[in-house]
């Protein structure tokens, strides 16, 4: 039997210190109920910092951009890779409010 396919992947470019990211994946993970979520990280190549992530959060797919690239060729890649119903891109200075990851997906349905 396959998993169900995610609700919504989430996006992240992670261009700030690990600190933000990890604020925000915890926004993500603690709110998201009753919505399956499927999280994607974009981070520069030269942060080797944003791997201790995938200790706190071992579902989270980490993708680096190449130094001469531009995020949006990250971005592609993680909607190519994704398997929500939906997908939402996001910065991570932002935070997730409680309803807000239902509200969206309720929304799009």
Known sequence: MTDP???LTVCVTGFGPPEFSRR????VYDTSEPVAVE?????????HDFSSLTEEFPELHILTQLPASMVNTSINRALAESTGRYVS????ASLVGE???RGLVDFLD
Do not use: Q
């Open 5 to 7: 396919k995610p609700d």
């Open 24 to 27: 925000f994946l915890r926004s």
């Open 39 to 47: 999280c994607f990280l974009i981070c520069p190549m030269e942060r």
């Open 89 to 92: 891109i996001w910065n991570d």
């Open 99 to 101: 309803g807000c990851l």
